[in-house]
């Protein structure tokens, strides 16, 4: 029924609204303005499917159901040529609708949709004769079609094109008072009230679609703070951002470093020549580990294959092996090569259910198998994360960006929740012996950042704060990062400090272990 535009999210001030040639007082209000709508404009309504509402199905028996479906054939047939203007055509195919529908024996209901559209094709045939015929299937219409706003709208059209001004009119102030946002209703009944010479009747519908467009506005508005609010939640008065889900990264993972390759082994059944193939082994680990925290993956599997190779002529236990071939699997699928898919393959197939007794390493085997495309794996390396450590936040992410990327939605909904849960019991206000009680082995620490400046702009005081760390982003520009606090509320009222000097966008933030959380 709707002139189909797009409304514009701009605000326009300044819109004076005029009643009995007096000013009224300037308001806000959606961009939106009667220009934008045709006056009697009006659209080919269908609603075949619901032609047989108010009839008893059970009552009808299988006859009358095959002739409403051919019925209703001819019918959006019908539509189509209204669609088109084609209207002559378009009243023969809804005579032939009216005769199927008869013999099925439908109530009188059943033909009001009908019946309006012949009208309306009636008076768009552009014969005065027509018109007759228009009037006379308005006076078919039973009750139940008036209850129907966008119905009683087009019906509103046909009175109007008959000449009954003042039904038009009416009806066309039901639509309003159905639907208070009906812009083209509020267009239309304007342009009545025009034409027949009513200029006060005609500013009030004015005035009444301004005041319904500033309601709009503000609803709007109000909808998207809402919005807004669900992507942020305040506690206490610290802004946490909500997650939308991370894509899990093997480029970024916090490779393990203090891992004992030793320890399933025996150490008195060690001999003297296999204890130094084990330390040239664990030497060339040790270069391949920093190669891989460096980025360097060619050089990370060369010193990582020669490790091995050490390793098992050290006789080293294939539980002790897990970790070279972890992260041999996570330095092949880092490079990006397909070479590499099948040398990632082969070492995860090598490991053992030891490598995920810690947290660490079941959480970057989950990225690794999510890189190698094993979305179930990683899903279910990610879940075990989080009861090794319920308060690691990150795999909760991935997990929420994995599932949606399977489009499992409720799944990826459930796993929000528990992040957002976790998120919050994170940011309590908790003591470094709150957290033993919570298990954390590391604790989570807090601090703030003040933001990030260039060689210029740095605040003069900005050294003197306690615990300050730099991290360079470029060669012009560095975060700066101040305080150490074991609990949230420590932290908050840091921050306050920090916005009373002057740091006004100043922000909390996570860590564990030296790693930065997202919260």
């Known amino acids: 029924m709707y002139k189909k535009i797009f409304l514009s999210l701009g605000l326009i001030l300044g819109i004076a609204l005029f009643a009995n040639q007096k000013m009224l007082a300037t308001t806000i209000t959606d961009s939106t303005t009667t220009e934008q709508y045709t006056p009697f404009y009006w659209d080919v309504i269908s609603d075949v499917d619901k032609v047989l509402q108010h009839e008893k199905m059970k009552d009808l028996n299988k006859r009358a159901i095959d002739q409403s479906k051919i019925g209703s054939e001819h019918y959006e047939t019908a539509v189509k040529k209204m669609q088109n203007k084609d209207y002559l055509v378009a009243i023969a195919e809804f005579k032939n609708a009216m005769k199927r529908y008869k013999r099925a024996k439908l109530g009188p209901d059943a033909y009001n949709y009908l019946h309006t559209n012949m009208a309306l094709c009636y008076v768009s045939s552009g014969k005065t004769k027509d018109k007759v015929m228009a009037k006379r299937y308005v006076n078919l219409l039973t ?86 609010r669900g992507e942020t939640k305040k506690k206490g008065k610290v802004v946490i951002a909500a997650s939308s889900g991370i894509e899990p990264d093997i480029n970024n993972l916090k490779i393990v470093t203090n891992d004992d390759h030793l320890q399933f082994n025996k150490i008195n059944e060690i001999d003297e020549r296999s204890m130094a193939q084990i330390q040239q082994g664990v030497g060339a680990y040790n270069d391949g580990i920093k190669a891989l925290k460096d980025k360097q993956y060619s050089k990370a599997i060369d010193d990582l294959k020669e490790a091995e190779k050490r390793l098992k002529r050290g006789k080293i236990t ?202």
């Open 143 to 228: 009750k139940t079609i008036f209850k129907e706003e966008k119905w009683l709208y087009n019906i509103a059209i046909v009175q109007y094109h008959l000449n009954n001004q003042d039904e038009a009119a009416s009806m066309l102030s039901s639509c309003i008072k159905m639907d208070e946002f009906n812009y083209q209703a509020y267009t239309t009944l304007k342009a009545l009230y025009e034409e027949s010479g009513n200029t006060k009747s005609a500013n009030k519908v004015h005035e009444q679609m301004q005041s319904a467009q500033a309601k709009r506005l503000k609803e709007k508005q109000r909808a998207n703070a809402d919005k807004k």
């Open 318 to 519: 294939e539980d002790g092996l897990n970790f070279v071939r972890g992260n041999l699997a996570i330095a092949y699928l880092s490079k990006g090569d397909k070479r590499g898919l099948g040398q990632a393959k082969r070492y995860l197939k090598y490991l053992t259910k030891q490598i995920y007794k810690t947290r660490d390493w079941t959480y970057n085997l989950g990225v690794a198998y999510y890189t190698f495309g094993d979305k179930e794996k990683a899903l279910d390396l990610f879940k075990l994360a989080t009861k090794q450590d319920r308060l690691y936040l990150t795999p909760y992410q991935n997990m929420i960006y994995v599932y949606t990327e399977m489009d499992e939605g409720k799944k990826a909904l459930s796993v929000q929740k528990s992040y957002e849960k976790n998120r919050d019991d994170l940011i309590k206000s908790f003591s470094r012996q709150d957290q033993s009680r919570y298990n954390v082995t590391d604790p989570y620490l807090f601090r703030v950042n003040l933001g990030t400046y260039g060689e210029f702009d740095t605040p003069e005081d900005l050294f003197d704060e306690s615990n300050l760390i730099s991290v360079p982003l470029n060669n012009s520009t560095t975060t700066y990062l101040a305080g150490i606090f074991y609990n949230m509320n420590d932290a908050t009222d840091y921050q306050k400090q920090m916005r009373k000097k002057g740091y006004s966008d100043c922000f909390i933030v996570a860590f564990k272990d030296g790693e930065k959380l997202e919260f």
